[in-house]
């Protein structure tokens, strides 16, 4: 039985903000803006935890799956969500093409420009959630604060970047592209009360929990990822409030106050 509080590693980005989020120190004025802050375990974890703060467009990008990584050597693609805890009203995601498209089109779209009026632009809101599974081609909008659960990935594939002086991937990123519109996967939603899941499959599961008890038992060398996103609690010992993430393992009982709002993230393809 382990409960680990989670270090932060704070990443610098040109998108970033000085405006960040309560429970997270904004940087000074002259400091280089603040995009992601990273929730950082030892060894290899499968899932990576991040919030995101963005005050400009990030790079329109796409990621390999696990089968397109091994073939670069490496060790694991990235499928990803994102809850949205602050959005802009003009505040928007582009997640897939509007319309079927072929790849030497996309690549000469991100060559000019166009490329961001080929893709679905949708605008989005403080609870809004997105599942964005390797391959899909996607951009994440100015004014936004959010938390991010993916594969332990950092291997982005830039297509087009607004100009910034920074490398594009488009041999690998057009090659992984999928040409076609998104379309949501499914999820179970509601299946106890005061217990969602978001995501169930085949990379990660995302469970959404309200407060009070819950015993969970993990398998052996099977992690999972805690979430306050508001409210306050305790696993094993380690108590925990919104901003932080906490990795349990094995069989722990979590404690949460009436209110809070807990997301628990752990590797699989079925919700435990």
Known sequence: ???????????????????????????A???????????????????????LFTSEK??????PSDEEA???????????????????PDSTIAIGPKAPVGADELRAA????????????KP???????????????????GLTLIEVQQNSDTTYRLYDYGRPRELHLDDGVAVAELTPYVAPSAPGEVAPGRMILVEGPKFVLERWGGGRRDI????????????VSGAGMVGGIAFEAGQCVLVEGTETIEAAPGSDLLFAYPGARRL
């Open 217 to 228: 038992a993990l398998g052996d060398g099977q992690q999972g990822w805690l979430v306050p």
């Open 29 to 51: 004025p002259d400091a280089e803006p603040v995009g992601e802050v990273w929730f950082e375990a030892t060894g290899e974890p499968d899932l990576l935890i991040k919030y």
């Open 110 to 121: 991100a060559l000019d420009g166009s490329i961001v009026d080929l893709l679905d632009w």
């Open 58 to 63: 990030l790079s329109v990008q796409n990621h």
């Open 70 to 88: 091994h073939k670069r050597g490496l060790p694991r693609g990235k499928d990803e969500c994102w809850l949205i805890l602050a959005a802009e």
């Open 1 to 27: 039985m382990t409960a680990t509080l989670l270090t932060t590693r704070r990443v610098d980005k040109p998108w970033g903000s000085h405006r960040l989020w309560p429970g997270f120190a904004d940087p």
């Open 124 to 142: 989005v809101k403080a609870g809004d959630f997105f599942y964005s599974h390797s391959g899909v081609i996607h951009a994440i909008g100015a």
